[in-house]
């Protein structure tokens, strides 16, 4: 019978990192929170990853992507509640963003908690995914939020990661500049 429970659970289908076999991925993804934002932790098809949500929307994580290297791409700190600070990398789906559309944008994470800051929800016109990517760790981390996730809450529930992804160690940040 606990096979048959088992099978009846969603599964996500995530496509393996590619350097998702080290054994820091196993240590992140083990202590990774079963909740992220209030949404539960779903099973995935791949090693070094997970997801959060629903099988139709979920927030999908993966450990293992290639490193960024240096980039102009937004970098934005999130600070957890007496914890670490992880840098991010913020970059909205590309084929998804009309360029004279209103979308939800990275203000900045230095205080996630507040309004302006991460990606906002609010069922914004144009609202799109975003992948957020470890910036400064290796193995990087991949975070995908959907645009359904962004119109309905606001990302900064990313705090919560901060323990388990700071289990690789900080060798870079972001350089703090502001445009």
């Known amino acids: 019978m606990l096979v048959a429970v088992a099978g009846c659970a969603p599964t996500v289908s995530v496509a393996e ?17 079963p909740e992220l934002g209030g949404l539960p932790q779903l099973a995935t098809s791949s090693q070094a990853s997970t997801a959060w949500g629903t099988a139709t929307s979920p927030i999908v994580l993966r450990c293992g992507v290639e490193p960024p290297g240096p980039t102009t791409d937004r970098c934005v700190t999130v600070e957890t509640p007496g914890g670490p600070s992880v840098d991010w990398l913020a970059v909205p789906a590309d084929d998804e963003v009309d360029p004279g559309a209103a979308t939800d944008a990275p203000e900045g994470a230095e205080a996630p908690d507040a309004p302006s800051d991460g990606v906002t929800g609010g069922g914004t016109v144009g609202a799109t995914d975003w992948t957020f990517t470890t910036y400064g760790r290796e193995p990087a981390i991949e975070v995908v939020v959907p645009a359904e996730v962004v ?7 990313l705090d919560q990661l901060g323990p388990a992804v700071d289990l690789l160690a900080p060798e870079r940040t972001c350089l703090g500049l502001t445009s």
Not at 17 to 26: D, I, K, L, R, T
Not at 151 to 157: A, G, N
């Open 151 to 157: 119109s309905e809450r606001s990302t900064s529930f």
């Open 17 to 33: 990192a590619p350097y998702g076999h080290v054994p820091e991925c196993a240590r992140v993804v083990l202590a990774l929170p």
